[in-house]
């Protein structure tokens, strides 16, 4: 997916001039034998006391375990090591039957980049300096369990085998994660702190910091690491030290994306569904219908003003329905009943738009599995229009008063099992499922088409600009 390098997430608009800019994540997926990961084996001695493991991350789902990262590859207190989400969201750092530290704060926001941080200096004099863990810029301190190791104990770091995104222990568990992973940073005996990787601006966002001066081979270690993914073709590439590349597990260019802290896309949103729990997976862009009844999810970003663009990447099967919501929807388990959504619906082989009143508006078209559809909604004017292959289907219907108001959600569902469809917002999509790389005006955003002239992708940097 090289075109990302060159046309997407780019643009005019900047986060001040000294900031600086993330360019690629990586999308990591939980999927049996074929969870996505990356893992190195270790070979040269480092050290078992003292590093550092930074990484920005976005979740995609929640309420199941998910490592982050491990390193060691024996099952003991003294082999293991590694940072996981549990099963109730809390962040956990843990050895083989130690909890370190257990956080009282659970992570559930589907909207946000989290930036984690995890120091080990278990040389310190000080019990509570051993093991720390920063959020955001901000040292955790909340803790339901807290056990620190003793002074000048071996820890799991730089021992056998690291592991990104997965468990060198639990593996065959997939207890991986789901989400997204940015400017993935491990020092193998040197301890840095949060501020060493990034910096409040003038409205108190915790922004990264550009890495260059300690991401070299003096800075990092033996086994220390600095993963950018900004080579497509290399996606386990290490910026700190090129021989110490990390294989890939699942892994290619399809994977690489440019949902990132810089600019942080629109994603759908597992913790809020319509109706029933929809499937939501592959970076939060694609769901899928395991139940006969409606099931749907939103976006994670909304909007009350501005001119806005995104895509629903065909679907399959009859009553399948795809456009906004309010953030009062989801009430009415009949999709097209509920007063706070409005969408068109695929019904009988007939694309029709359906308002709350379940009225057929504008257009009635006949539709295929091969289709890409834009949404094109304009909050200034209140409307909305559909485009189908690049081409409009209605002329701008107004949505003015007629789902209430507030802010206004992307929003799919479906009636029936087995039933998918894919939503493109811009920052990830399969190179496979497009075969352009169009951007909106302002650079940002990969689609199969070009957003209608004055229409933007759903991402933070547009927000800050139109919305």
């Given at each position: 997916?090289?075109?990302?390098?060159?046309?997407?997430?780019?643009?005019?608009?900047?986060?001040?001039?000294?900031?600086?800019?993330?360019?690629?994540?990586?999308?990591?997926?939980?999927?049996?034998?074929?969870?996505?990961?990356?893992?190195?084996?270790?070979?040269?001695?480092?050290?078992?006391?003292?590093?550092?493991?930074?990484?920005?991350?976005?979740?995609?789902?929640?309420?199941?375990?998910?490592?982050?990262?491990?390193?060691?590859?024996?099952?003991?207190?003294?082999?293991?090591l590694?940072?996981?989400?549990?099963?109730?969201?809390?962040?956990?750092?843990?050895?083989?039957?130690?909890?370190?530290?257990?956080?009282?704060?659970?992570?559930?926001?589907?909207?946000?980049?989290?930036?984690?941080?995890?120091?080990v200096?278990?040389?310190?004099?000080?019990?509570?300096?051993?093991?720390?863990?920063?959020?955001?810029?901000?040292?955790?301190?909340?803790?339901?369990?807290?056990?620190?190791?003793?002074?000048?104990?071996?820890?799991?770091?730089?021992?056998?085998r690291?592991?990104?995104?997965?468990?060198?222990?639990?593996?065959?568990?997939?207890?991986?994660?789901?989400?997204?992973?940015?400017?993935?940073?491990?020092?193998?005996?040197?301890?840095?702190?949060?501020?060493?990787?990034?910096?409040?601006?003038?409205?108190?966002?915790?922004?990264?910091?550009?890495?260059?001066?300690?991401?070299?081979?003096?800075?990092?270690?033996?086994?220390?690491?600095?993963?950018?993914?900004?080579?497509?073709?290399?996606?386990?590439?290490?910026?700190?030290?090129?021989?110490?590349?990390?294989?890939?597990?699942?892994?290619?260019?399809?994977?690489?994306?440019?949902?990132?802290?810089?600019?942080?896309?629109?994603?759908?949103?597992?913790?809020?569904?319509?109706?029933?729990?929809?499937?939501?997976?592959?970076?939060?862009?694609?769901?899928?219908?395991?139940?006969?009844a409606?099931?749907?999810a939103?976006?994670?970003?909304?909007?009350?003003s501005?001119?806005?663009?995104?895509?629903?990447?065909?679907?399959?099967?009859?009553?399948?329905?795809?456009?906004?919501?309010?953030?009062?929807?989801?009430?009415?388990?009949?999709?097209?009943?509920?007063p706070?959504?409005?969408?068109?619906?695929?019904n009988?082989?007939?694309i029709?738009?359906?308002?709350p009143?379940n009225?057929?508006?504008?257009?009635?078209?006949?539709?295929?599995v091969?289709?890409?559809?834009?949404?094109?909604?304009?909050?200034?004017?209140?409307t909305?229009?559909?485009?189908?292959?690049?081409?409009?289907?209605?002329?701008?219907?107004?949505?003015?008063?007629?789902?209430?108001?507030?802010?206004?959600?992307?929003?799919?569902?479906?009636?029936?099992?087995?039933?998918n469809?894919?939503?493109?917002?811009?920052?990830?999509?399969?190179?496979?499922?497009?075969?352009?790389?169009?951007s909106?005006?302002?650079?940002?955003?990969t689609?199969?088409?070009?957003?209608?002239s004055?229409?933007?992708?759903?991402?933070t940097?547009?927000?800050?600009?139109?919305?």
């Open positions: 997916m090289e075109v990302l390098q060159r046309t997407a997430n780019r643009g005019s608009i900047a986060t001040g001039a000294a900031s600086y800019e993330i360019e690629n994540s990586v999308k990591l997926q939980t999927s049996g034998v074929n969870s996505e990961f990356f893992n190195y084996n270790v070979s040269s001695t480092g050290s078992r006391t003292k590093g550092t493991v930074s990484m920005w991350i976005k979740r995609t789902s929640f309420g199941t375990v998910q490592y982050l990262w491990e390193q060691g590859d024996t099952n003991s207190n003294t082999g293991r590694n940072a996981r989400f549990q099963s109730d969201d809390t962040l956990i750092l843990a050895s083989s039957s130690t909890a370190f530290l257990v956080t009282n704060r659970v992570f559930r926001d589907a909207s946000a980049w989290y930036h984690i941080v995890v120091a200096d278990t040389t310190s004099g000080t019990a509570d300096n051993r093991m720390r863990l920063y959020v955001n810029g901000v040292e955790e301190t909340s803790f339901s369990t807290r056990n620190n190791p003793s002074q000048n104990q071996d820890t799991g770091l730089n021992f056998e690291q592991y990104i995104g997965s468990s060198t222990v639990s593996a065959a568990l997939y207890e991986t994660f789901n989400g997204y992973m940015a400017e993935v940073f491990g020092a193998d005996g040197l301890v840095y702190a949060a501020s060493d990787f990034g910096e409040f601006d003038s409205s108190g966002i915790w922004k990264p910091k550009d890495l260059t001066a300690i991401a070299i081979s003096s800075s990092v270690g033996t086994n220390g690491f600095y993963m950018k993914f900004e080579n497509a073709a290399g996606m386990g590439a290490n910026s700190a030290n090129s021989g110490h590349g990390f294989s890939v597990q699942n892994i290619n260019q399809n994977d690489q994306a440019t949902d990132v802290p810089s600019n942080n896309f629109c994603t759908l949103n597992p913790l809020w569904t319509f109706a029933n729990t929809m499937g939501v997976s592959d970076g939060a862009t694609n769901v899928n219908n395991t139940v006969i409606w099931g749907g939103k976006g994670s970003i909304g909007v009350n501005g001119k806005w663009y995104w895509e629903h990447l065909a679907f399959n099967g009859n009553d399948t329905m795809f456009g906004i919501q309010n953030q009062a929807g989801g009430g009415n388990t009949q999709a097209y009943l509920d706070y959504t409005l969408a068109i619906q695929a009988s082989n007939v029709q738009f359906t308002d009143s009225r057929t508006e504008a257009f009635s078209k006949t539709f295929s091969s289709d890409i559809w834009g949404v094109a909604l304009d909050l200034d004017a209140n909305i229009a559909y485009y189908r292959n690049g081409s409009i289907v209605n002329s701008a219907f107004s949505i003015d008063g007629l789902i209430g108001n507030g802010e206004f959600f992307p929003f799919v569902t479906h009636y029936g099992s087995g039933l469809s894919r939503v493109n917002f811009g920052g990830y999509v399969p190179a496979y499922l497009i075969s352009s790389a169009a909106d005006e302002n650079g940002y955003g689609f199969e088409y070009a957003p209608p004055g229409y933007y992708a759903l991402c940097k547009n927000l800050a600009e139109y919305g």
